[in-house]
């Protein structure tokens, strides 16, 4: 699927640019690895809080498509204070120089979806606005879990909290099911074609524009004059 680079030049005015948001530990960097091809996306840590910052890696895809894929601090933990957060997605905006084509909500099938994350989802809203939603897919990982206990995803998502079934009712059932531990290449392979497919789907159903409103562009901006 190609190597992990940042430089701009495939000759595409506008790669698809998606951004990977989730609480720590539901696989939110190998989800981006499997995206890129190779492992680029690291985690690190300091020995209380989470200090990783927001990272672009870009990868070339088979049709010639650039893609950015942002991975993101664990956002959606409340032990991150409001000031680092609000950095993180000032700094995530100014990566999206074009805009962000996806929100890629990565949620796992490991624990079950917590208060935290459904206020998580709710504050992203308050900052984007409620048409975010329309450029959200959720990515659901732990598929090898899943397959050891012979549970569709779909059964899964039966047992699940009435909150995230509305969150994947607003996001209009756009879901998919990861297992970034795979050996198998075909299975490795399909799973990114179902979700890249899904984001060609949310491009398409905006009038391939992406994600922008005016919070968007004010927030750039006070970025831009502050750097």
Same mark, same amino acid.
């Given at each position: 699927?190609?190597?992990?680079?940042?430089?701009?030049?495939?000759?595409?005015?506008?790669?698809?640019?998606?951004?990977?948001?989730?609480?720590?530990?539901?696989?939110?960097?190998?989800?981006?690895?499997?995206? &890129?091809?190779?492992?680029?996306?690291? /985690?690190?840590? #300091?020995?209380?809080?989470?200090?990783?910052? !927001?990272? *672009? =890696? +870009?990868?070339?895809?088979?049709?010639?498509?650039?893609?950015?894929?942002?991975?993101?601090?664990?956002?959606?933990?409340?032990?991150?204070?409001?000031?680092?957060?609000?950095?993180?997605?000032?700094?995530?905006?100014?990566?999206?120089?074009?805009?962000?084509?996806?929100? &890629?909500?990565?949620?796992?099938?490991? /624990?079950?979806? #917590?208060?935290?994350?459904?206020?998580?989802? !709710?504050? *992203? =809203? +308050?900052?984007?606005?409620?048409?975010?939603?329309?450029?959200?897919?959720?990515?659901?990982?732990?598929?090898?879990?899943?397959?050891?206990?012979?549970?569709?995803?779909?059964?899964?998502?039966?047992?699940?909290?009435?909150?995230?079934?509305?969150?994947?009712?607003?996001?209009?059932?756009?879901?998919?099911?990861?297992?970034?531990?795979?050996?198998?290449?075909?299975?490795?392979?399909?799973?990114?074609?179902?979700?890249?497919?899904?984001?060609?789907?949310?491009?398409?159903?905006?009038?391939?524009?992406?994600?922008?409103?005016?919070?968007?562009?004010?927030?750039?901006?006070?970025?831009?004059?502050?750097?």
């Amino acid at each position: 699927m190609g190597g992990c680079s940042c430089e701009d030049g495939c000759g595409f005015v506008s790669p698809r640019t998606v951004v990977l948001v989730g609480k720590t530990g539901n696989g939110k960097s190998a989800t981006g690895n499997s995206l &890129l091809g190779m492992k680029c996306l690291l /985690s690190k840590r #300091s020995s209380s809080v989470v200090t990783v910052s !927001s990272e *672009l =890696q +870009t990868t070339t895809l088979r049709d010639g498509q650039m893609l950015n894929v942002i991975d993101t601090p664990g956002l959606f933990d409340l032990s991150l204070d409001f000031e680092f957060i609000g950095k993180e997605i000032v700094r995530c905006i100014s990566m999206a120089q074009d805009g962000i084509d996806a929100f &890629l909500v990565v949620v796992s099938t490991f /624990s079950r979806f #917590s208060e935290e994350e459904r206020v998580a989802l !709710s504050g *992203l =809203q +308050t900052l984007f606005g409620r048409k975010i939603y329309d450029y959200m897919i959720l990515v659901f990982t732990g598929g090898d879990e899943l397959e050891d206990d012979n549970q569709t995803l779909e059964e899964f998502l039966c047992g699940s909290p009435e909150s995230l079934k509305e969150i994947i009712s607003l996001c209009e059932n756009r879901y998919v099911l990861f297992d970034n531990k795979t050996k198998d290449e075909i299975k490795r392979s399909n799973q990114v074609k179902e979700l890249l497919s899904l984001v060609a789907m949310v491009s398409s159903r905006n009038g391939g524009r992406p994600y922008s409103n005016e919070i968007f562009s004010d927030i750039k901006l006070l970025y831009l004059v502050a750097c």
